[in-house]
């Protein structure tokens, strides 16, 4: 596997490097800058798949997984090359960007600065990652099912429907020998309610860009790049005062 890393930014404010590994799925999330719409109309919602297409193929990612919400897209790809994920969401949103403030007269950033990912597990952490991403649009109470919803990999994954931008990951194939047994096998998977512990360890992961696996895969990670991959509490640690003697105030 190769490592990428990147940051930028003035040498006292270094962002963290952004971890990609060939071939080890990525759960991608970019949000609207403020939460604002990054999809006025079904047109934009069609130029973002065109231009998703293009640039999955021209920096060797699979995207096995997505959802267009209306301030927000979440992705599972898997790049053939370190750097590929990084290098497809500048082409997209650049292509996209440009032809949006075109059509609708506006200028300036669209994104809430950098995209966040993680790196994922195979197996069943690939196929968690499959069934959060499209039970976006019935979280958000906008879809009384999957199905309901066009602008996803739901209809591809689940019902066979032709989709160019869809690669199927391999655990998605264990599913079943044969289409038909995968994509009925993956509906009941998709049907079956998501934990709350397990949205949360979803949602904290790719909040914090950490590596979202089993601990034999975290522990791998962190041999790898010295770093850790635990999930940081919530809040800044607590300052110590001059005189605590590290004992709690009771």
Request: proline share 4%.
């Amino acid at each position: 596997m190769k490592i990428a890393s990147s940051s930028s930014g003035s040498s006292t404010m270094a962002r963290q490097p952004r971890l990609a590994l060939a071939g080890i799925p990525q759960h991608i999330v970019q949000r609207g800058n403020d939460r604002q719409a990054c999809f006025y109309t079904d047109t934009d919602r069609e130029r973002y798949l065109l231009a998703m297409r293009e640039a999955s193929l021209t920096n060797r990612c699979a995207i096995h997984a997505y959802v267009l919400m209306t301030n927000h897209v979440h992705l599972l790809a898997t790049p053939m090359e370190a750097p590929g994920v990084s290098a497809m969401m500048q082409q997209l949103g650049r292509r996209y960007v440009s032809g949006f403030n075109a059509l609708h007269g506006r200028t300036g950033t669209l994104w809430e600065g950098r995209f966040k990912s993680c790196l994922v597990d195979t197996d069943r952490y690939v196929l968690s990652c499959y069934r959060y991403i499209e039970m976006n649009p019935v979280r958000a109470g906008i879809a009384a099912t999957p199905a309901d919803y066009r602008w996803s990999s739901h209809a591809c994954n689940a019902s066979g429907a032709d989709d160019a931008v869809i690669s199927a990951h391999p655990a998605f194939l264990a599913l079943g020998a044969d289409p038909v047994t995968r994509r009925t096998t993956y509906e009941a998977l998709v049907r079956e309610s998501i934990a709350p512990q397990e949205l949360t360890e979803l949602r904290g992961h790719l909040q914090q860009q950490k590596v979202y696996g089993s601990a034999r895969f975290q522990q791998a990670i962190e041999q790898m790049l010295a770093r850790s991959t635990a999930l940081r509490d919530r809040g800044r640690p607590r300052k110590k005062s001059p005189l605590s003697t590290g004992k709690k105030c009771t």
